[in-house]
């Protein structure tokens, strides 16, 4: 798993605002610290050669007298193995809690002690090599950590150093330990199709909590990212742990309150169906596991993990940071199939006139595509709609100072495609039995190298003889029947490894040859995001569902675990598709210029009034954008009966502007609203306020006032009526003195 920019290597504190962390090791009491940001992270080797948990929290003072208990069975009912809280358990030694490795050997022994052989320390990097008591497994645990946020990157290394096979059953990238509490709250995001992103909230008590995709890759019914917090932990304040796999594949989480009291959180591959041979010589690496930590509350921990996406996952192109994402217009709600030169052309223009960024030809343009029955895998333009190409499309969208972008889904095949006709044993599939179709398309095997190489070159020609700059990478349905007959039986189920390190790749390899062509990742919506996906993508589309009240609800919740620079919204049309709902304009821009701003509309029905309108807001987006995507996000409200108002901030990095969301669904008896208080502005500083509609202020907000005044005493608005909103400009005019 490539890591962007993340910076190692022992930093000495110079004065209080420079970040810096350190990895370090007490040979007198055998325990491994790491530090970055505010974060401590502690580990040590017990008396029995065991790696044990010892601290995760607010950062510690260097002297501080780290220490834990040597810890034996509670009863002949629990052995020292269900009471040590372990770093990396193996399956062995009494072990009733979720193992993070569990081996069968060629023997069918499937007993697995791990004990400490080594370490190494690297700059903020520590690895600590682990090996069965007698058996030539060895495990290598990575920790680092970064300096800025704290967040601690987890992974192990699984070898096998004998002579024989040995089959792997299930394998964590890391576990973790919280300490002896009763009051902890687990937050996680489920959901289906036009319906992601949905919190839940749950007490960890006795017994066990487990998140999982068997779907092949993320899935939208859990996404693999987790929060947990304290009884008494609020949006503000109070201690919250966070976290999430890099991986793009079938995954599971647990959270086990084990019999000490203590919470157990392990993370990595699915079990389910899951058989990996390691062959000798050979081995696994398994998915990166990033966790963090802040004591400001749940708010204080997503926006911990907005800013270590934007710094060490997000693709970075030529800059120090992530390019900020254009204003996007796609065609798919205007001629969803029905794509053609002209009317491509005639779409351009509008979208130019808005002052669009860049325009995405969805769906359509290729093989026999007049529906989604056929065509997939064909991967060449239909000469019927485009007779002379893409290049004239192109050449037209580039001329009105725009990008061009073109819509893919390169893993899927339809059975009536000239692809599948050369070669249906490329899907995946048991031989001998049917074949389950998701929206009349089947899965190819990725975990083929010839498949794998065939993906990479269609794609790669299409980039080569055009001139596009973008693509949407689609990914429309899950797995079933994840069969390889061509591979040996034994190495048949590694199907789940070896399809997601190759679409990896492809990915990758994609990128290295053309480096400047950006990629949305997008499954059916929401499907396929995580931090393994977005560490090649540069932008991630939530959901199908665009109905603009209903994404106050799943970009809130995306945005618990994934920063807002990635999250693509769009404007579209009214009644929308999904609820038959009417808003306006105004509301549906300010519902979708919390992330990356994108139209999909039919301009061809807008009117002039509807172009000027849109024109403002395009305007007003991009003098925020920077903002929004790279600013610290503040959820200052969320829906409630108290108040029906969902309330976002978007503060600058710098804090010299800020940016105000209010919207609500519907209003009742003259309510009166409670005044909005912002948040981490600089208080000493003036700041200048205006409208994003370009209307007076309302007479209750004063047209300049401090950082502290906005704080303290807040933006007096009240809104009034169905589907209303407002959005607020905050520039700073003076800066405030350091105190």
């Not at 993370?267 to 390691?278: E, S, T």
């Not at 502005?681 to 047209?703: K, S, V």
Request: charged share 25%.
């Amino acid at each position: 798993m490539r890591i962007n920019r993340w910076v190692t290597g022992l930093v000495a504190v110079m004065w209080p605002s420079i970040a810096w962390a350190q990895a370090s090791f007490d040979a007198t009491r055998q325990m491994f610290r790491l530090d970055g940001g505010e974060v401590t992270y502690a580990f040590k080797v017990n008396a029995e050669g065991i790696l044990q948990s010892v601290y995760w929290g607010r950062r510690l003072p260097d002297r501080a007298p780290l220490a834990a208990p040597e810890l034996s069975g509670l009863s002949g009912f629990d052995v020292a193995a269900n009471v040590v809280p372990q770093e990396y358990a193996g399956q062995g030694g009494g072990l009733y809690a979720e193992p993070a490795l569990k081996i069968t050997w060629p023997d069918g022994n499937r007993d697995l002690v791990l004990h400490y052989r080594s370490h190494q320390i690297d700059g903020d990097t520590i690895r600590v090599t682990l090996s069965d008591l007698d058996r030539p497994v060895f495990v290598t645990l990575t920790y680092t950590i970064d300096r800025g946020t704290g967040v601690l990157a987890r992974s192990a290394r699984i070898e096998n150093r004998g002579a024989d096979d040995v089959r792997i059953d299930q394998a964590a990238g890391a576990g973790l330990t919280l300490p002896v509490a009763y009051d902890y709250q687990l937050h996680y995001s489920t959901g289906r199709w036009a319906a992601e992103w949905t919190l839940q909230h749950r007490p960890l008590v006795a017994g066990s909590t487990v998140l999982e995709s068997r779907r092949g890759s993320t899935g939208s019914q859990n996404n693999p990212w987790f929060m947990v917090s304290r009884d008494a932990t609020t949006e503000d304040h109070g201690p919250a742990w966070i976290g999430a796999l890099a991986w793009s594949g079938s995954w599971r989480m647990t959270f086990d309150q084990d019999v000490t009291g203590r919470i157990r959180i392990t993370g990595g591959y699915n079990p389910f169906d899951f058989a990996y041979r390691l062959r000798p010589g050979a081995q696994l690496d398994t998915p990166v596991m990033y966790v963090g930590y802040s004591d400001e509350g749940k708010g204080g921990a997503s926006r911990l993990f907005h800013r270590f996406q934007r710094d060490h996952i997000l693709p970075h192109g030529d800059g120090d940071r992530p390019a900020l994402r254009k204003v996007l217009y796609n065609s798919w709600e205007a001629t969803y199939f029905d794509v053609n030169e002209a009317g491509q052309m005639a779409l351009a223009e509008r979208a130019a006139a808005l002052g669009v960024e860049r325009f995405v030809m969805d769906d359509g343009w290729f093989g026999a595509r007049n529906n989604d029955k056929a065509g997939l895998g064909d991967w060449t333009v239909n000469p019927a709609k485009f007779p002379r190409g893409l290049g004239p499309l192109i050449q037209k969208v580039r001329s009105l100072g725009m990008d061009f972008g073109l819509w893919v889904e390169p893993e899927m095949i339809n059975p009536d495609s000239d692809l599948f006709r050369a070669h249906p044993d490329w899907a995946m599939q048991f031989k001998g039995r049917p074949r389950t179709e998701g929206r009349n398309q089947l899965v190819l095997n990725l975990a083929r190298t010839d498949v794998r190489d065939h993906v990479l070159k269609v794609l790669d020609d299409l980039l080569t003889q055009n001139d596009i700059a973008f693509l949407k990478w689609d990914y429309n349905r899950n797995w079933s029947e994840p069969g390889w007959p061509d591979a040996d039986v034994a190495e048949q189920q590694t199907i789940y490894v070896a399809y997601v390190r190759n679409l990896y790749w492809i990915i990758d390899e994609l990128r290295r040859r053309h480096p400047r062509v950006e990629i949305e990742s997008c499954s059916g919506g929401g499907g396929r995001v995580d931090l393994g996906i977005m560490a090649r993508t540069d932008q991630m589309w939530p959901s199908d569902n665009t109905d603009p009240y209903d994404r106050l609800l799943i970009q809130d919740g995306y945005t618990q675990a994934y920063a807002p620079a990635t999250m693509m919204a769009w404007v579209t049309d009214s009644p929308n598709w999904v609820n038959q709902r009417q808003t306006t304009l105004p509301f549906r821009f300010l519902s979708a210029m919390q992330g990356g701003l994108g139209i999909g509309t039919n301009l061809n029905k807008w009117t002039p009034a509807e172009v000027e309108t849109a024109r403002y807001y395009v305007a007003a987006y991009k003098r925020i954008r920077e903002t929004v995507q790279r600013g610290s996000l503040y959820r200052l409200n969320r829906e409630s009966r108290a108040d029906p108002r969902w309330t976002n901030l978007y503060v600058a990095a710098d804090r010299s502007q800020a940016a105000l969301f209010t919207l609500v669904g519907s209003t009742h008896k003259l309510d009166v609203m409670p005044t909005i208080n912002l948040a981490g502005l600089d208080a000493e500083a003036t700041y200048r306020i205006e409208t994003m509609e370009g209307t007076p202020l309302p007479a209750t907000i004063p047209a300049s006032a401090t950082g502290a005044y906005w704080m303290n005493h807040g933006v007096d608005v009240t809104l009034r009526g169905d589907f209303q909103g407002m959005g607020f400009i905050l520039s700073r005019t003076s800066r405030g003195e350091r105190r």
